[in-house]
């Protein structure tokens, strides 16, 4: 696994305005997309103090983990949804990419329903 792309959205659209981010194995750090998605917010290493956000999510750097074993990940990722994105419907997707850009797809990993 190279890379872990998050997106929490209504669907797998990634429309400008959304919480859309990623971790980064090789560099064990998170970032997240700004606004525009035309630039990244991070570096953020999972479980250091500190946070990165746009107008949708905030990233909680301190309160979020790694671990990994082999070719196991497992990404605890604390996010607080905010702005447009604090209530209402949100399903969060996740898509996982190999060291030759071979990648899952979306796949839904969690509904929030406010």
């Known amino acids: 696994m190279e890379r872990f792309y998050f997106l929490v959205n209504t669907n797998t659209s990634i429309p400008a305005g959304s919480c859309h981010g990623f971790y980064d194995r090789a560099s064990n ?33 301190s309160t979020s983990s790694v671990s990994a074993s082999g070719t196991d990940l497992v990404l605890n990722l604390n996010l607080t949804r905010q702005g447009a994105y ?14 030759a850009n071979t990648g899952t797809g979306w796949v839904l990993a969690s509904n929030w329903g406010f």
């Open 86 to 99: 604090l209530g209402g419907f949100k399903s969060l997707y996740i898509w996982i990419t190999d060291s």
């Open 29 to 61: 750090s998170l970032f997240l997309y700004n606004d525009m998605l035309t630039a990244l917010v991070g570096p953020l290493t999972p479980g250091a103090a500190g946070a990165i956000q746009n107008s949708q999510c905030i990233v909680n750097g």
